[in-house]
């Protein structure tokens, strides 16, 4: 059984800030990972995917892989208001194609 | 372009009565599937389809089943609702790669069994 965890949070910056957001996942052989933003009662939107080990850059938003400590986190520069959501991790591959999500973490940026 | 459309976006029943949740995807992709979120627990996948014909059980299937009617569609259908059924269920398609693509959601259908 594939598990993904997430620090729980809530997460609390204030606005300028650098929101870390963490997950572990237990399947060694996952390929894929994704990271979804939720704003309340909306379904969830894809933000990051990242196949690779190191780093991977898209506007304010980086994710960060590492296969060998099986952990892949999101970093949010200058946060923003607008930033306020859950932040889901999702991981797929290995002994099969699913998609796992984790809990979510609930992000709030404060003006 | 629609994406992925679900049907009703609400819906209340009472314990025992049936019900079908539809979803249909405009993208022509081959996977579909079916999460349920509660507060406190994530998505759990319930059922999915990795092609027309095939269903596979997910995390929590008890309770639920599902059509692959075709390419479009996929139905979900609670055959005896039970108060424990209540969430907020979501639609999926999966692009390709199966095994790498982005899942595309659909806005969800909010469930009440009382």
């Known amino acids: 059984q594939k598990e993904v965890e997430q620090n729980s949070g809530p997460l609390s910056v204030p606005e300028g800030a650098i929101a870390s957001l963490n997950c572990t996942y237990s399947d060694r052989g996952s390929q894929s990972f994704f990271w979804y933003r939720q704003y309340s009662g909306k379904s969830p939107e894809l933000i990051m995917s990242?196949?690779?080990?190191g780093d991977k850059e898209d506007g304010r938003f980086t994710a960060q892989l590492n296969k060998a400590s099986q952990y892949v986190s999101l970093l949010i520069r200058d946060s923003q208001p607008s930033d306020s959501a859950t932040y889901l991790c999702?991981?797929?591959?290995?002994?099969?194609?699913?998609?796992?999500f984790g809990k979510g973490t609930l992000l709030t940026v404060n003006p | 372009n629609a994406g992925v459309t679900q049907t009703p976006k609400f819906q209340v029943l009472k314990t025992g009565q049936s019900m079908t949740l539809q979803c249909a995807q405009d993208?022509?992709?081959?996977?579909m599937y079916w999460y349920r979120q509660d507060p406190g627990m994530g998505l759990r996948l319930i059922y999915y389809s990795a092609s027309e014909g095939t269903t596979d059980k997910g995390e929590v299937p008890n309770g639920y089943n599902v059509s692959r009617l075709n390419k479009r569609e996929f139905s979900l259908r609670l055959e005896s609702a039970a108060p424990s059924q209540t969430s907020v269920y979501f639609c999926?398609?999966?692009?390709?790669?199966?095994?790498?693509?982005?899942?595309?959601f659909g806005e969800g259908s909010r469930l009440t069994v009382l």
């Open positions: 999702a991981v797929s591959g290995g002994s099969n194609y699913k998609l796992t």
């Open positions: 993208m022509n992709h081959n996977s």
């Open positions: 990242i196949y690779s080990n």
């Open positions: 999926a398609s999966q692009g390709s790669p199966a095994n790498t693509g982005e899942l595309f």
